[in-house]
């Protein structure tokens, strides 16, 4: 058995990194490979069906309705940024931008937070570097802030339904932590983004997403949830054999490996109800930090990306220094508070 789910999770880890058509088709491998580690595990049963069928509901729902929020109210939307960033000083308005983004994206989703930052990127006229510099600190902040509630990110729908915990856990557990860093990043943004080209340069239109999108969208977060559900419950033998074992402070550093991979598929493999709240607490602030320092380590990294046209050396040029210095703050938070 352990054997079978070793194999299982080295495909997990690198398939995505490594094969273009399994990183297009993320969802549909993830489905597989939940199947197969539930399989192997023998725990494939009509309780696990019934709860992976039901696991998605929520932030499928919540993708759902936002996306259709967001192409109703585009255009509103866009003129309403562009007053707000002419009649607020304009540092102050990139802090508020991170700040609110990284908040509210517990509500309307990472994904649809994601969005909206890059219709605020295509409203701004930074220059490049400063272009690049905002999107991965507001990324940080949406990857940390979506956290607080299980309809927030894919993350947060998996560590609820493996705890066993109700709606506010996260932010109970976590968000002490989770809300001065979004803090932090917002005055990052200050500081190290400049003001808008004076230019009357013109930037290319963010298409405007179709009925057709927003539905393939949705379905495509419920069919990943649905394989995360699946890969936890098949994971547990393999987290009680080896991970059980280990300090919390060792389980946050492996998991900078988030870097280059999904961090709710991480945290599906490594999470577990028997775990202590100190150990949790690692592993998710692990994956967290970590997952945005590249473009496949979060959903926000790579919607952002796409949109924008961001390459992943642009992007590690500026996210893996802040995220390595992130990490260690927190690690020596996480030593001394617990």
Avoid at 148 to 157: N, W, Y
Avoid at 321 to 326: D, E
């Amino acid at each position: 058995m352990i054997l079978g789910l070793t194999i299982v999770l080295l495909l997990v880890l690198f398939l995505p990194f490594t094969v273009k058509n399994v990183e297009h088709n993320l969802e549909a491998f993830l489905f597989i490979m939940g199947l197969l580690a539930a399989t192997i595990s023998q725990v494939l049963d009509n309780q696990l069906i019934i709860k992976a069928l039901k696991d998605p509901l929520q932030i499928t729902f919540a993708v759902f309705l936002a996306g259709l929020f967001f192409k109703w109210c585009q255009k509103p939307l866009e003129k309403g940024i562009r007053g707000l960033s002419q009649a607020i000083p304009f540092r102050l308005f990139l802090a508020l931008v991170i700040i609110i983004l990284g908040l509210i994206s517990s509500m309307i989703t990472a994904i649809i937070a994601a969005i909206a930052l890059t219709v605020v990127v295509s409203v701004l006229q930074l220059e490049r570097k400063s272009e690049i510099r905002f999107v991965v600190l507001a990324c940080f902040s949406i990857g940390l802030g979506a956290v607080l509630t299980p309809i927030g990110e894919p993350l947060s729908t998996i560590a609820i339904s493996k705890l066993n915990q109700d709606f506010f856990y996260l932010l109970r557990s976590i968000g002490i932590l989770v809300i001065p860093a979004v803090i932090i990043f917002a005055i990052l943004a200050a500081i190290l983004v400049n003001p808008k080209n004076n230019t009357h340069q013109q930037k290319k239109k963010l298409k405007t997403d179709s009925y057709k999108d927003i539905i393939g969208r949705a379905l495509n977060i419920y069919l990943f949830v649905m394989g995360l559900t699946l890969l936890g419950a098949g994971f547990e033998p393999f987290i009680k054999e080896y991970l059980l074992r280990l300090s919390p402070s060792v389980l946050y550093w492996i998991n900078i490996i988030s870097a280059i991979l999904d961090n709710a598929t991480l945290a599906a493999a490594e999470i577990s109800s028997i775990m202590d709240e100190s150990a949790i607490k690692a592993i998710l602030l692990g994956l967290l930090i970590s997952g945005g320092m590249l473009i496949p380590g979060n959903i926000p990294n790579i919607i952002a990306a796409q949109k924008l046209n961001i390459t992943s050396r642009e992007w590690a040029s500026f996210g893996v220094p802040v995220g390595l210095l992130t990490m260690i703050i927190f690690f020596f938070i996480l030593q001394a508070f617990g």
